[in-house]
């Protein structure tokens, strides 16, 4: 596609329920990266793939979020048990490859959790 | 650890230059320097990187000190839709076995007045 797409763009659950965030990346680009934004902060880093791999899972704040990447496209971001201090936009971004001096952002899937 | 400061923020007046500094006293010399901005709402927006040379795109100027211990970006009219947060990141070049992950600091808020 011409960028980078994510959905939902807004999601609204309750504490305890599991969620799942997607994102579809531009064609053709191998690496993928999930980041977190939480209201008024700056991004924190999650997880990156290079095609289905993940060599960077660091940024994934507890067992509770994992993330897989299927075909070398699209990649899906689980949060288990949600709890409220997980409302945050959770941005998708891919480049050409890993390393690649652009990245490219979707507009985010806004998450609240009450 | 922060590899980047700039300051919080500034403003500047609508059709002026916008100059933001940013320090990197620590870079490296396999170390890029990339800028992003992220207006409200969106996800961030890549605009320029260099190395050591200065560089121009249609969207901003980058001016890369000599020691490289420092830069500016270079907005050279201003106009109230440049609003935005802007991320000042260093980050090693491809291939060079580092990780490809990008770290965003707190930004720099430039405020465009009318």
């Known amino acids: 596609g011409a960028g980078v797409s994510q959905s939902p763009s807004n999601k609204v659950t309750e504490k305890g329920k599991d969620v799942e965030l997607r994102c579809d990346p531009i064609s053709g680009h191998t690496a993928l990266y999930w980041y977190r934004q939480r209201l008024g902060q700056g991004l924190e880093f999650l997880i990156y793939?290079?095609?289905?791999?993940?060599?960077?899972k660091s940024g994934l704040p507890s067992d509770r979020f994992s993330a897989e990447r299927t075909g070398e496209s699209v990649s899906t971001l689980t949060i288990q048990r949600t709890q409220q201090e997980d409302s945050a936009v959770y941005l998708c971004?891919?480049?050409?490859?890993?390393?690649?001096?652009?990245?490219?952002f979707g507009a985010g899937s806004r998450l609240t959790v009450l | 650890d922060a590899k980047t400061t700039q300051p919080p923020s500034m403003d500047c007046a609508e059709g002026r230059a916008a100059n933001l500094p940013c320090n990197h006293s620590?870079?490296?010399?396999?170390?890029?320097v990339y800028w992003y901005r992220q207006i409200h709402s969106q996800g961030p927006q890549y605009i320029i990187h260099g190395l050591k040379n200065n560089e121009t795109n249609e969207m901003a100027s980058l001016i890369i000190t000599e020691d490289r211990k420092s830069s500016t970006l270079i907005l050279p009219h201003a106009t109230l839709r440049d609003t935005a947060v802007y991320y000042c990141i260093v980050r090693a070049a491809a291939g060079t076995g580092a990780n490809s992950k990008l770290t965003f600091g707190k930004g720099i808020t430039l405020s465009v007045r009318p």
């Open positions: 620590t870079i490296s010399g396999n170390e890029y």
């Open positions: 793939f290079q095609g289905n791999s993940a060599p960077d």
């Open positions: 971004a891919s480049s050409l490859f890993s390393g690649a001096n652009v990245l490219t």
